[in-house]
């Protein structure tokens, strides 16, 4: 009897086991089930537009909506048809639009504020070419992910998260979709002048043949400074490097609104460009030539933004340029301004040097001879020969001297006056007829004084001038 009762107790207890097995196995299928469903979910692409499909584009700037339209010739900005539009920059806002993949899928959403939808950052607006219009609505970006949040047409129990800003994609001022001049492209070794008129340092630099550095700056009062090469090359960088920082207007027929009636000042620069010749040679090639250029940039008030608006004399669009830049050129640093350079006259541009030393002159002649092969096959060279008083001398100890002659620096300008006896003059003839007249006098335990022929005098580093000497003498020794 009892062996009967255990019996069906056994199958019973055998087929709620399996009965067991059965739910947890369902029940990890369907939790699978589920995930993959929300991994689906969460990988969606939610806005999918082809470029050519999008027929119009409508967006708020500064809460006012704004709508662009494409068409055979490009886009054009409906409210405006003579408005510029950058294709490039409307080419930005299609991509943006090519695929919006959602991080994550919220549904059954009730408060819209927990995401920014209540008062939404931006309503896109996009008509595809069946007029078919799709609304995407923008919310807040959350801090953490950077994704952003966005619901789309009247679903508004349906959030997305998806990655990046779309309302830093769609945004800016209307003139960030306008299509603008950029400020001219000039390379700072092409300038030849800069003239800066107005403001509170005027000015002029230009090139000069009586200036050691070659340049020549005149100030608002008219003086004259022999400027260093250093100081040249920070004024042409600053003149070529500016960039606009803003656009404000295309089309402007009232300048006084931004100061350009009446400019703060005005900032002119002369270069050369490289231009191909319109017409090829019969070989197919063009020729090219240096061709003069100007620009003068009017430069107008100063606004919020820490730009000054500024316009390029001919073109009707305001740009602005930053304060920061512009006062490179506005405010120019006397540092490092005054060439200090003595007698920067290299080889190549004299034909004479002479050199009082001691009580005694020498002349120093460099020539370009042929020198003939070691044998009659040999193609024959040039080659550069010094002489003293009509004697060849050694190259090197001649290099040597005048490499010190020519590379003296100053470490300022002095308004004193030499006294005693100069202990060495020299007298650069320069094979453009010109020449320059340096003489070196002892002026304290630190300097030497040297006195140019045009009255500037240059208090320089007593070791250098000693250094210069020992080189001269040098060339003496071995002469004797």
């Known amino acids: 009897m009892k062996k009967k009762k255990i019996v069906p107790m056994i199958i019973l207890l055998a087929v709620v086991a399996v009965l067991l097995i059965c739910y947890f196995l369902l029940k990890n299928y369907n939790r699978e089930q589920e995930k993959k469903e929300e991994a689906a979910a969460e990988n969606d692409v939610v806005i999918s537009f082809a470029e050519d499909d999008i027929k119009n584009l409508s967006f708020l700037i500064s809460d006012k909506r704004v709508s662009f339209t494409r068409n055979e010739d490009g886009w054009v900005y409906d409210d405006d048809a003579q408005f510029p539009v950058d294709d490039d920059q409307m080419k930005v806002l299609t991509d943006a639009l090519a695929e919006v993949t959602a991080n994550r899928t919220l549904t059954d959403v009730e408060d819209l504020s927990s995401y920014g939808l209540d008062e939404p950052e931006d309503v896109i607006q996009v008509t595809d070419q069946e007029d078919k219009v799709t609304e995407i609505t923008v919310g807040d970006t959350n801090e953490s992910t950077g994704d952003c949040y966005i619901s789309l047409n009247e679903d508004s129990r349906t959030v997305y998260t998806v990655t990046g800003d779309l309302s830093t994609v769609f945004s800016g001022s209307l003139m960030n979709y ?20 107005g403001g509170e340092n005027p000015f002029t630099l230009e090139k000069s043949e009586d200036s050691t550095s070659g340049w020549i700056l005149t100030d608002g009062s008219g003086k004259q400074i022999d400027v260093g090469s250093s100081y040249v090359s920070t004024l042409q960088s600053a003149a070529a490097g500016l960039d606009y920082a803003n656009y404000y207007e295309y089309n402007c027929t009232d300048f ?7 400019p703060y000042a005005v900032l002119t620069v002369d270069y050369t460009e ?14 090219t030539e240096e061709v003069s250029r100007q620009m003068v940039l009017r430069i107008g008030n100063e606004n919020e933004e820490g730009n000054r608006y500024v316009s390029i004399e001919g073109s009707t669009q305001v740009h602005g340029i930053s304060v920061d830049s512009l006062n490179e050129l506005l405010q120019p640093s006397d540092e490092n301004m005054e060439d200090l350079s003595v007698s920067n006259v290299p080889v190549s541009a004299i034909d004479k040097l002479t050199v009082v030393y001691k009580n005694t002159t020498h002349d120093y002649e460099i020539k370009e001879e042929t020198a003939k092969g070691s044998d009659e096959s040999a193609e024959e060279s040039s080659e550069t020969a010094y002489y003293r008083d009509g004697e060849k001398i050694d190259s090197l100890s001649f290099s040597s001297f005048y490499n010190k002659a020519i590379g003296m620096t ?71």
């Open 178 to 197: 306008a299509k603008g001049d950029d400020y001219p492209t000039i390379t700072g070794g092409s300038i030849e002048r800069i003239t800066l008129t």
């Open 256 to 262: 006084s609104k931004y100061g350009l009636d009446q």
């Open 274 to 287: 490289t231009a191909a010749d319109e017409e090829a040679d019969e070989n197919g090639e063009t020729d």
């Open 410 to 480: 100053a470490q300022k300008t002095t308004q004193g006056n030499p006294s005693g006896t100069a202990e060495m003059k020299l007298l650069f003839q320069k094979s453009d007829g010109s020449e320059i007249n340096v003489e070196y006098y002892s002026y304290d335990t630190n300097f030497y004084l040297a006195l140019r022929q045009d009255g500037k005098k240059y208090l320089v580093n007593k070791m250098n001038v000693r250094e210069m000497f020992n080189a001269y003498e040098a060339i003496e020794t071995e002469s004797e």
